[in-house]
Every structure is written in structure tokens, then in C-alpha cells.
């Protein structure tokens, strides 16, 4: 409060009301007597207008009146002035009834005073706000003359599709920001109750199908779609749109990328793949979610991978008690460590270098910490690599699941959620019999304090050795772009999609489950080739070849999501799907001794690096395990 009166601009508008209090006075007083005054009233105006302006400015500071920045008045401004106005009137109208039982004093002119005032004060101010807007047009500030921008010829004039509230926050964000590089021209819409519309100073026009044609009528530079929930082939025909008009155009991240909801021009970035790939928003129980993460301490395995790390800045918008990131990598471990130290201001971080086989090490961790909630999403997953090298996938995929889920039981964790992977169903990789194992060592484990559960998707768009980045480095290369087969297909989801939902899983079990995320229609990757190269404003099979290179050791034609005999059972989630435990007809604890004993064998023939032994106790473990050829 005190730093306002540092404000000049405080006493530039407290001036301008006081003035406009008077004449709220004086002209509900005039109106009241037809503007012929008697010389009485008059002098009981005089005396009455000290204290109205005492108190009018009294209460209209208190009620945070002055608090409001001009170039942002809004309706909350607009709410908070008439109760201002509303309390200042009752005030004197009670201070008069208590000190002259209101004699003298018309109570009309105490309504009327009300109204202009709110009328003149909010005037006022939606005046200096337009003046402040027009500013930018005209390169001219009364109020900092040192401001002075760069001439209006310079700014990019910007063409916006769509006129929904997305678009609404970045019209605004531009039109405050006398910096901004951006002139908004229009608007484009579909909505035909939209178009011929006036949004925020700006013409609505439509539909989209036109944008060629009226952004060449308004001499847009660039466009922006600010189209958040247009997902799929709805996107798709935006982009050949807005590639027809030849301008560089921009989007903003879809609403599965953004947990609250809010946009800003920050979020503004070229038209990736994931735009048209028709994921749907993400709905989730945040209260559920909430019972589960905030104030509790939470372990993230993994954490400077690419799932990882997207489930430490999700989890942090739950406001956890403590974040303890685990992670094998080190440049992984600092990026995510600064990130979030940086950006999130997030104090409570522990950061561990530490692999996730290290027995002593991961007691060590957890003894300190105590974890609530344990999110392992550390893992060997790149199947060609992993496929040369097993014995570091059994020691990372199954040992170290092993461990983690022992130290985690040991220590008193709540939870403990694995990601999991559709290559671990009917695997014909060693990434993927690996991950298998670690779901049935989570499944065969007696009931206690820790719940366990597994989550179970298939590939994510951008994570660490996926095929998007490889496409678009081939792509920024001139081609050719690598593909290994034509009728090879795949499940694709967006990471940050991923790791909402494998959050409001971590809600949902109860222990020994392994959800399956719902992962749409599988998309074929030869025609996720074509698109990517389409989006780079290149033509494909002309301007970028794409090669057939035949499958690598242990890749699949297409995935799956369960196993044949798998029960599967729907959720609360539209989303999310599960299987039960599954005993296979075991007691419980015979069924753990055996694949503890399986471990044990498995883990001691990975010391011998012979692939060939190592695949043969996997197909133990695993039977419907097949290894499959080069091809």
C-alpha cells in the first residue's frame, strides 16, 4: 500500500476523481432542481462536499480502487468502482440520517450521485485506457514521452485464426505490450455467429477456407492459429490453408500441453506434428490427484529423460512437499535440476546422480528422503541398442526394477508407480521382454502398505530416440528420410498427455494393476514421413525422398496394447483402461519366490554378456516372447 503513493500515476487518477466527485454532486443536485438551484441548497452542497470527498476517496482506496493498472482496466475494475460507489453513498446517506435525521438532503440526489459517479470514474478510466491503446498507433505517450516505439511500418501485421478465448488472451497480451513486434489486422473464423463480429477493436472475418484471400485483402504479414482445442484433420486443413496464403503462420500448443488452461504470446511456435496428430485435451480429478502429491515428498527415477522430466514439472503444479530427481545421466540430472530450480523456483529439490541397480545407494536415498509417492520411469527403451547390448537393459529394466520396488516396500512408500511400455506385450525385443518382467515381478508381489502399479502406452512424440526428431533433423538435412517399412504403424501419444495420465493413474490404483492408456488409432509412419515433410513447406518424394530401409533387430510391423487372454476393464477415466493382478493360478507367495529366483538367474547370466543365454531365461520368464530376425 505504501509503494503506491511512490506511483505518480496514483495522483494523476485520485485528482481526476476528486474532480468528478464534485460534479457527480453538483449535477445529481441540478438534475434534482431542474438546474435552478435555491441559494440554501446550495450552501448545504458546500458543506456537504468536504466530507463526500473524504469519504468517497476513503472508501474507494480501501476497496482497492486504486490498485487497478490503467492500461488493464476490465470488468473486475468496473465491478469493484460500483461497490465502491454503492458503500460510499450508504456511508453518507447513514452519517446524515445519524447527524441531521436527513433533513435537508433529497434522497434522490444521494442515488443519483451514485450513478455519476460510477459512470464518470469508470469513464475516466476506459478513457485513459483507450489512450494508453491508441498510444500505440500512434507512437505517442503523454504519460512517458521517453517510450517512444519503433514507426508502425516496422511491426509485423498479424492475421489471428480463430476468435475464441484463446485468441481473446493473445489480442490483449499484444494490444497492453506497446513493445510488441505485432499489428493484429483481423480475425478468422468458422462461426458464422462470429464472423462480421467486432472482437476486442478487431473485424471478425471468415470463413477459414478464405484466409488466402483476406489475408492478401488485409495485407496480413503472418498468421497466428490461435486454435488450442482444433486438433487432427481439423488442423491438417487448417495448415494446407494457411500454407496456401504463403506467409509464415505460427500455433499455440494444444490444451493437452497446457495443465491451466492459459496461453501468452511466449507460447507462440512454428506448426509441429503433434498438432495434427488428434489428440484430444486430457480432463483429470485434480482433487484426486491432489490427495496424493501435495505435501508429500516424491521420488522421479529417470528423471532428466524425456518422460521424466515432463512428470517433475506436472507434478510440481501439485505442490509437492519435496521433488527427489534420480537419474543415471549427468547432463540430464543438471539440465532438469536448473530448469526447475530456475524457471518453478522449486526449493525443496534433491538431486541424486545414482543408477537405479545400486542397491546400498537406493536405500541410502530413500532412508533420507522418505518418498510418499515413487514415479520409476528410468529405463533402457531404445530396442535397436538395447538389442546389441541386453545385459544393460536386464540390469536397468529388471534388476533395477527389482531393486527400486524392495527399497520402496522396505522405506514405507505409498505408492510406487512404473511406466511401463506396449513392447513388453508379445515381445520380440529384449527392451521390450525386459519391461515384460518387471510387470510381472510388480504383479506378483504380496499385498502390503505400498501399492504398486505399472502404466502401460505405447510411443510419445519428441522423447529421447523416438522418430519425430530424427525425422525432422533428416528434414532439415534435405533428406533422404529414413523409413523402415511401409506398412509399419505405431500408437502415438503427446508426452505431456502421457504424463497426465500416468499421474491420474497413480490416483486410481489400489495395488497390482497395470493401466493401459487409451492410445487412439494407430498411425501408419511412412505417412507420418509425408506430413512432417508437408509441414516443413516441402513436397514429399520431390523435394525430400523417403527410403525404405527394412526393420532393425527386434522391431515389430505394429504394437499392442495387451496380451491375448489379458482382462481388460474399463475405468472412471474415458482414457485410461486396467488389468487386474493376475496370479496365473499361483499362490501369491510362490509365485514371487519364482520369478525372484528367475531374476536372480537372469541377472547372473547378464554378468556372463552372452546374448544368447540372457534371451533364453527371458523366454522363460516370458514365454510369448519371440525374438525377432533383422529383417
Known amino acids: 500500500m505504501i509503494q503506491q503513493f511512490k506511483n505518480r500515476n496514483f495522483y494523476v487518477i485520485l485528482a481526476g476523481d476528486l474532480v468528478l466527485f464534485a460534479a457527480s454532486l453538483f449535477l445529481a443536485y441540478g438534475i434534482r432542481y431542474s438546474l435552478d438551484v435555491p441559494p440554501a441548497i446550495l450552501r448545504s452542497i458546500f458543506l456537504l462536499l468536504p466530507w463526500l470527498l473524504v469519504v468517497k476517496t476513503a472508501v474507494f482506496y480501501a476497496m482497492g480502487v486504486y490498485r487497478g493498472m490503467w492500461r ?107 513493445r510488441s513486434p505485432y499489428d493484429i489486422v483481423a480475425c478468422v473464423d468458422d462461426d458464422p455467429r462470429k464472423i462480421g463480429q467486432i472482437l476486442l477493436g478487431l473485424p471478425v472475418r471468415g470463413p477459414i477456407a478464405k484466409l488466402p484471400l483476406l489475408a492478401g485483402r488485409c495485407g496480413a504479414q503472418e498468421i497466428l492459429i490461435a486454435m488450442p482445442s482444433v486438433v487432427g484433420n481439423d488442423m491438417r486443413q487448417i495448415v494446407v490453408t494457411c500454407k496456401a496464403t504463403g506467409l509464415p503462420f505460427k500455433t499455440l500448443p494444444s490444451l493437452s500441453s497446457i495443465v491451466d488452461g492459459k496461453v501468452t504470446v511466449n507460447d507462440v511456435r512454428e506448426v ?141 512408500v505409498a505408492r510406487f508407480v512404473q511406466v511401463s511400455t506396449d513392447k513388453a506385450v508379445r515381445p520380440t525385443s529384449v527392451m521390450g521382454a525386459t519391461k515384460r518382467v518387471a510387470e510381472i515381478f510388480l504383479q506378483s508381489r504380496l499385498p502390503g502398505h505400498t501399492r504398486f502399479m505399472a502404466v502401460r502406452f505405447g510411443n510419445v512424440l519428441g522423447s529421447s530416440g523416438s522418430v519425430a526428431p ?84 527386434g522391431e515389430k510391423l505394429y504394437e499392442e496394447l495387451i496380451t491375448h487372454g489379458e482382462g481388460i476393464v474399463a475405468t472412471g477415466h474415458e482414457k485410461i483402461m486396467v488389468l487386474k493382478r493376475n496370479g496365473h493360478g499361483h499362490p501369491p507367495g510362490d509365485l514371487d519366490r519364482q520369478i525372484r529366483d528367475q531374476m536372480a538367474r537372469l541377472a547372473a547370466e547378464a554378468e556372463s554378456f552372452d546374448a544368447v543365454r540372457i534371451k533364453a531365461v527371458l523366454k522363460e520368464i516370458v514365454p510369448e516372447y519371440a525374438p525377432a530376425s533383422a529383417g
Open 72 to 178: 488493464y482496466t476490465s470488468v473486475p475494475d468496473a465491478v469493484r468502482l460500483a461497490k465502491a460507489s454503492g458503500l460510499a453513498s450508504l456511508i453518507l446517506i447513514a452519517a446524515l440520517t445519524i447527524v441531521h435525521q436527513f433533513r435537508g438532503y433529497p434522497r434522490s440526489v444521494f442515488m443519483a450521485d451514485c450513478i455519476f459517479t460510477l459512470f464518470f470514474c469508470g469513464g475516466y478510466r476506459l478513457g485513459i485506457r483507450m489512450l494508453l491503446l491508441g498510444r500505440r498507433k500512434n507512437r505517442w505517450n503523454i504519460w512517458d514521452r521517453g517510450a517512444l516505439d519503433e514507426p508502425n511500418e516496422r511491426r509485423i501485421r498479424l492475421m489471428i485464426v480463430g476468435a475464441g478465448d484463446a485468441a481473446v488472451s493473445i489480442i490483449r497480451e499484444i494490444q497492453s505490450n506497446s
Open 272 to 412: 509441429e506434428y503433434e498438432d495434427i496428430l488428434g489428440r484430444s485435451p486430457v480432463h483429470l480429478d485434480w482433487t484426486s490427484i491432489g490427495h496424493y502429491l501435495e505435501g508429500k515428498t516424491v521420488a522421479v527415477t529417470g528423471a532428466g529423460g524425456s518422460i521424466g522430466s515432463e512428470l517433475c514439472r506436472q507434478i510440481l503444479r501439485f505442490k509437492p512437499a519435496a521433488l527427489v530427481l534420480i537419474e543415471a545421466n549427468e547432463f540430464n540430472l543438471y539440465r532438469i535440476d536448473q530448469e526447475l530450480r530456475g524457471a518453478n523456483r522449486f526449493a525443496q529439490l534433491h538431486s541424486a546422480l545414482a543408477r537405479v541397480q545400486d542397491r546400498a545407494l537406493m536405500a541410502a536415498l530413500f532412508g533420507r528422503h522418505r518418498p510418499h509417492v515413487v514415479f520409476h520411469a528410468a529405463a533402457c527403451k531404445h530396442v535397436p541398442l538395447v538389442e546389441a547390448n541386453p545385459r544393460e537393459a536386464v540390469l536397468a529394466n529388471v534388476v533395477g526394477s527389482g531393486v527400486l520396488m524392495d527399497v520402496a516396500e522396505e522405506y514405507g
Open 470 to 553: 530424427l525425422f525432422q533433423q533428416q528434414i532439415r538435412d534435405g533428406g533422404p528420410v529414413t523409413v523402415t517399412h511401409p506398412e509399419m504403424t505405431r500408437y502415438f501419444m503427446l508426452i505431456s498427455e502421457a504424463c497426465q495420465l500416468i499421474l491420474q493413474a497413480g490416483a486410481m490404483g489400489t495395488g497390482g494393476e497395470i493401466f493401459i492408456l487409451e492410445m487412439g488409432t494407430p498411425v501408419r509412419i511412412a505417412d507420418m514421413a509425408r506430413d512432417m515433410i508437408r509441414l516443413s513447406g516441402k513436397v514429399p518424394d520431390q523435394d525430400i525422398q523417403i527410403v525404405y530401409t527394412g526393420l532393425r533387430p
